[in-house]
């Protein structure tokens, strides 16, 4: 039964022992080039328009990005001969052609990635800064692969025009202004968007797990303003454990004191994602002294077990056997799947904190 119980938590390591997107957030970047993205306020845009009969006109591209620049505060210049800091560049394609994808992060697993599978319309987006192409690479695609059967079936005529007219809508759709902020390291312009009325909920959300990314120290007071508003509260609680030590007692508080399973988890979650990042074991005494609190709720158990083995410390050993021969003692058939994933956690962790030859 431990046997195969093991080979169940092997396959859950991988998204139990990740790598913070905090850690991996633009450290391809030199400093030199880090104080230059932090400066870009003058964008050049740049977009060519590919089918199978040839170029065709990529004004109505330019125009969907250069708007949507502007909407965050950028200067939009079309002319490359004129001052700018950066230069956005799409390429749009009836039929892509496979550049090859970055390596940046996790970025090469994330389904705005460049795909070498693809081979329908897509839009890839660089930058470049000067005359440096920046290692960032993103994808736009159609919901067709085959241009000319979409075309047939919609009456819409000629398969290329019809391909840049979906990949456009597609462009006002896919957030880039947002991402670029993020990368460009420009907290002011998103904490700006995030306090606007009009800025729709699914942006918000985006938003804050990009300012948690970056560890941004501006985003602080306005993360824990957050963590009021019902709607965004579980976001602001994940976004705080991708920032600073000073995020640990706000997080402390809220597995303690919040009445919101799902809010308290995340806490949970942002805790051993703080504990691990920083190599600080403060967060393993609240942890533990919720571990099997009064009244927890299982979802939260689970997070906390998970925690607890992502910053191993021998305090944790015996509060997780415990817990353990507590679990063990649970027989339903067929079994609660929720007590499962508490069981895989728990024993996970106590692998983590407890590594003794004789233990097995």
């Known amino acids: 039964m431990r046997i195969g119980l093991l080979l169940s938590i092997l396959a859950l390591i991988g998204s139990a022992a990740f790598v913070s997107p905090a850690e991996a957030y633009r450290d391809y970047l030199t400093i030199e080039q880090k104080a230059q993205l932090e400066k870009i306020q003058t964008v ?32 939009v210049v079309r002319d490359v001969a004129k001052p700018h800091d950066a230069t956005f560049k799409l390429k749009c394609e009836q039929r892509k052609t496979w550049e090859g994808t970055t390596v940046a992060g996790g970025d090469a697993d994330l389904p705005d990635a460049p795909s070498r599978l693809w081979k329908g319309p897509a839009c890839q987006l660089t930058y470049l800064l000067g005359e440096t192409r920046i ?44 991402l670029l902020a993020a990368e460009w390291g420009h907290p002011d312009r998103l904490l700006k968007l995030l306090d606007a009325n009009d800025t729709p909920q699914v942006r918000k959300i985006k938003i804050i797990s990009l300012l948690g990314e970056m560890q941004a120290d501006e985003a ?128 996970w962790a106590i692998k983590q904190v407890y590594t003794e030859d004789q233990y097995s």
């Open 44 to 75: 050049v845009v740049e977009a060519i328009a590919l089918t199978d009969k040839g170029p065709v006109d990529a004004a109505p591209l330019e125009d969907v990005a250069s708007r949507r620049l502007s909407e965050l505060g950028y200067s």
């Open 220 to 347: 602080l007071p306005k993360l824990k303003a957050m963590l009021k508003d019902k709607n965004l509260s579980k976001e602001a609680a994940v976004a705080l454990g991708s920032m600073g030590k000073e995020g640990i007692p706000i997080l402390v508080d809220i597995l303690k004191h919040s009445k919101q399973p799902e809010l308290q988890a995340a806490a949970a979650k942002g805790l051993g994602d703080l504990g691990n990042t920083h190599n600080d074991s403060s967060v393993v005494p609240p942890l533990l002294e919720m571990l099997d609190a009064p009244g927890i709720d299982i979802t939260v158990q689970t997070e906390i077990a998970w925690a607890l083995g992502r910053v191993p410390d021998r305090r944790s050993v015996q509060p997780l056997f415990d817990l353990d021969k507590k679990l063990q003692k649970i027989r339903k058939d067929p079994p609660d799947p929720q007590v499962k994933k508490l069981k895989e956690a728990v024993f």
């Open 135 to 178: 290692k960032w690479q993103k994808e736009v695609r159609t919901d067709f692969e085959d241009a000319a059967a979409a075309a047939l079936s919609a009456n819409a005529g000629e398969p290329g025009v019809y391909a840049m007219s979906k990949l456009r809508e597609k462009l006002e759709q896919y957030d880039f202004p947002v």
